[in-house]
């Protein structure tokens, strides 16, 4: 029998648009409270709208969660309000996809920090409180390409990998303090990722891709199972992806 997350805190990083957003209106559909992070304080202001319209409380911070003290700035304000996470949905990422000659060290950089550094430091930010109190949720939106190498996409997959890897020693390292880790790795997933830096809006081939929905009811699904069940890595593909 799957477990309620009534009134529990969820928080969940790049909450602004797609998958981030998705997740945390699933969840605060649950009944969870939620707290939302993203660089866009006015998209996360309307989110936060929507989310007390449901009747659960939400606390927007907005930042970098790829920056050190913007991350300690959000580990104090969630604490101020709520006392502690339960879920804590690592979602911030980007992408560029081309042959490896025509990246830059920026983009390697931009990449790695934001699919990577965002995980380590948010993790490493509220992991401690998980553990004293011998409960929490620790979910990874990762990817297909944390799992293949794919062609045109050699750092986007080392970013994925390597949180696919964090993701794996963690399960291993929380499992005795009763904390559960996830990791989803959709395929192709339509919403507003990689626009301008391998994707084009108005692509019709994005029509055929997941939803955000369909990501966000995967964490739902991760956060909701029975307390001697855990659920690692979930797998997810469109119908139509050629994998």
């Known amino acids: 029998m799957a477990v309620t997350i009534q009134d529990k805190v969820a928080l969940i990083t790049g909450a602004s648009r797609g998958i981030g957003r998705a997740a945390a209106l699933a969840l605060a559909a649950e009944g ?8 866009t304080q006015s998209e996360l202001e309307s989110l936060a709208d929507e989310i007390v319209t449901m009747g659960r409380r939400a606390l927007v911070v907005a930042g970098d969660a790829a920056n050190e003290d913007d991350v300690k700035r959000l580990h104090a304000e969630t604490m101020a309000e709520f006392g502690h996470v339960d879920i804590l949905v690592n979602n911030a990422g980007v992408g560029k996809y081309g042959p490896l000659g025509n990246l830059s060290v920026a983009d390697y950089d931009w990449m790695m920090n934001t699919n990577m550094r965002t995980t380590f430091l948010v993790t490493h930010a509220f992991l401690g409180e998980m ?11 990762g990817s297909v390409a944390g799992l293949k190498g794919l062609p045109m996409e050699a750092v986007y ?7 696919y890897g964090f993701a794996t020693a963690l399960d291993a390292e929380c499992r005795e303090h009763n904390i559960k880790v996830s990791y989803i790795a959709p395929g192709g997933v339509h919403t507003y990722f990689a626009f301008g830096t391998g ?6 081939v994005l029509e ?5 929905e369909d ?7 991760a956060v909701m199972q029975p307390p001697k069940s855990r659920v690692f890595l979930i797998g997810m593909r469109p119908m139509r992806e050629a994998l």
């Open 199 to 204: 994707r084009t809006q108005g692509d019709p």
């Open 32 to 39: 969870a409270h939620v707290v939302v992070t993203a660089r």
């Open 131 to 141: 553990q004293a109190r011998k409960q929490g949720n620790i979910v990874f939106i």
């Open 215 to 221: 990501v966000a009811e995967a964490v739902v699904f």
């Open 208 to 212: 055929e891709f997941l939803d955000s």
């Open 157 to 163: 997959c080392a970013s994925k990998h390597a949180q």
